[in-house]
């Protein structure tokens, strides 16, 4: 109901941020638009993964111990409530995105100037993040990295670009990350990497519209 209200606002003011989101809608799942935000959407929540993970291991560089990440991943630690954390991260990626939009809209209308608008979020975004991570102060210039990122996807390459991003960084949040897959706890972080590879590789084929991905231009020349 709240997309209901506000989309048509969003649609005049930054009608390129919602015309993959509404494809997909539509159900162009083939659409090469679709599939390029997906990609691309995918390679940033790669890098606020990164960035995050930087925060909570860098107070080691500096000689302090090593922060200890607790999330929502902790919770039910030792089942496999797959199913429930996997729902989850699809209907936060998809909630975050849209709560960012319409605050960026907010600020908008209040502040009279986008770029003030964005300044805005990003420091809302950090300040968020850092609290619910629970990031060590002088780590924060990471976690506002990542929330640069999270607007900088949404500015540049709009609302499903944005979802991609937020659902792969969800992994992180809500299933143990670990490289060692023979571990009794790796099974749900597995199932949950393969369906993010899976996604980018959709994206990945999808964008390329049928076309190649070497030409025969350059041998042909």
Known sequence: M?????????????????????????????????????????????GIILTFTLAFIGPRWIGRPLQLALGPAADGFGSHPFIEKFGIQITAAV?????????????????????????????????????????????????AMGALLLVLVLYRFGLLAMIS?????????????????????ATDFTIGLAICVALAVYGFYTGLAGQPLFGGKLLQD
């Open 2 to 46: 709240l997309y209901l209200a506000l989309e048509p606002f969003v649609r005049r003011r930054w009608p390129t941020w919602i015309i993959s989101w509404s494809r997909l809608l539509a159900g162009g799942f083939r659409d090469p638009l679709v599939g390029r935000d997906f990609l691309i959407g995918a390679v940033f929540g790669v």
């Open 165 to 185: 991003a937020l659902f792969l960084f969800h992994l992180w949040v809500f299933f143990p990350i670990t490289t060692e897959f023979t571990a009794w706890y």
């Open 95 to 143: 909630f975050i995105a849209f709560i960012t939009l319409f605050l960026l809209l907010l600020f908008v209308l209040v502040l009279r100037r986008e770029r003030l608008a964005l300044l805005a979020v990003w420091i809302l975004s950090t300040l968020v993040a850092t609290l619910l991570a629970q990031i060590t102060p002088i780590m924060i210039p990471f976690s």
